[in-house]
Structure formats: C-alpha cells, structure tokens
C-alpha cells in the first residue's frame, strides 16, 4: 500500500488554527472511518491525538479535532500553542487487514 | 500508568536474526490488541504487524511478511517480534504500541534495529 499523502509541513502563529490534511484513496481514508493521528515530538514516541476519524482520547485538549470528507482526513488544531510544534501522521486501515501512515508533516509554530 | 518497554535491539548483519520483546504493564494486556511499528531514521512511521488480543489472530505489512512472526504470551504480558533474513532496510526505531484492531492508544519508547555488515 502506498503512504498516505500529508503535506511536509505547515506553520501558524499562535494563537491561530492551523488544517493538517490526509489524503488516500478510496481504499483506505475514503473507505473507511478508521483514521487515526499522532503527535511526535523529537527524540519521543508517537502519541495517539485523533482516532475513528473525530473521536478525541481522555487527556487529549479540545484544540485539536479530526474530520474526513471523501478521500481526505483533516487533523485541525486551534489556539496554536507553542508545546503544539511537532511532526504529525495520520494512519487509516487499508483494507485486506493492513494499516497505512502518511509520510508525516512538520508543525512550526512561530 | 500504561508501560511499554521493549527490548532486543541491535545490530546485526544483512540476512540475520533478532528478536524483539515488550514487556506491558498498567492495563489489561490480555484484552488489547497489540502492534509493532517502525520508523527508519529521520523518517516517517511504518506500521509492520499486529495480533489480536487472544493471539489468534496475526497480520503483518507485505514488506515483512514471510520473515516477521508476531507473537504474545498474555501470561507473561509480553510482546514479541522475530525478525529473520534481516535487510539493510529494516533498520528502524521499532514500537510495541497497544490498542484496537486499527488504533495504537499506547506507544513504548521504541528499540532500534540497525542492519548491517
């Protein structure tokens, strides 16, 4: 399966929403409502910000919020703060049991 | 606290063998499933394998498939990953992450692979 296609990187001011997309195909993203996003910071472990497309896990602030629309996930995070700057990778399910990530996308915050 | 720590990392030489353990702690092991997967350096994340909760269930990229086995031992609460005929490509950061069938909610530190002669 082919990576899922995320821009390199994005940048905002803080304070300001910055859109990070997700793009497949009708195969995975566009078939299925099993999309996920991670947060890595350097040097750490990716963890887990959006998952089955919209749903935010227990710690998680309300600045950052998941959607899909076709093809296409999209990953927003509002009231940019400083700690938000990070890589970010979305993964959905593939079909035929498998699981693909995007190649990931540099947030700077400045 | 959710604990995920993996172990077995090194280097080893094109066409070897390693084995990767993760040792869970903090949550039901037994009830989630599991996955491993990798990040080359100063690349982007690559899911490589799950199992389901009872282990009766195992799923692996097309990239490792035929020489990764996936492996679980809910009595020990412990992850495994064997890695053989090992290529230059496989060098990566390797995660045990635990989760659903399509979600990791949790993520270890990661061991890395380096595969070379």
């Known amino acids: 399966q082919s990576a899922l296609t995320q821009p390199r990187s994005v940048s905002g001011s803080p304070g300001q929403s910055v859109t990070i997309s997700c793009t497949g195909t009708s195969s995975d993203v566009g078939g299925y409502n099993y999309v996920s996003w991670y947060q890595q910071h350097p040097g750490k472990a990716p963890k887990l910000m959006i998952y089955?497309?919209?749903k935010r896990p227990s710690g998680v602030p309300d600045r950052f919020s998941g959607s899909k629309s076709g093809n296409t996930a999209s990953l927003t995070i509002s009231g940019l703060q400083a700690e938000d700057e990070a890589d970010y990778y979305c993964?959905?399910?593939?079909?035929?049991?498998?699981?693909?990530f995007g190649g990931g996308t540099k947030l700077t915050v400045l | 606290e959710v604990q995920l720590v993996e172990s077995g990392g090194g280097l080893v030489q094109p066409g070897g063998s390693l084995r990767l353990s993760c040792a869970a702690s903090g949550f039901t092991f037994s009830s989630y499933w599991m996955h491993w997967v990798r990040q080359a350096p100063g690349k982007g994340l690559v899911w490589v394998s799950r199992?389901?909760?009872?282990?009766?269930?195992?799923y692996y990229a097309d990239s490792v498939k035929g020489r990764f086995t996936i492996s679980r031992d809910n009595a020990k609460n412990t992850l495994s990953l064997q890695m053989n005929s090992l290529r230059a490509e496989d060098t990566a950061v390797y995660y045990c992450?635990?989760?659903?069938?399509?979600?990791?909610?949790?993520w270890g530190q990661g061991t890395l692979v380096t595969v070379s002669s």
């Open positions: 992450t635990s989760g659903s069938t399509v979600t990791s909610y949790y």
């Open positions: 089955d497309v919209s």
């Open positions: 993964c959905s399910y593939a079909g035929s049991y498998s699981l693909v």
């Open positions: 199992i389901s909760s009872d282990g009766s269930a195992t």
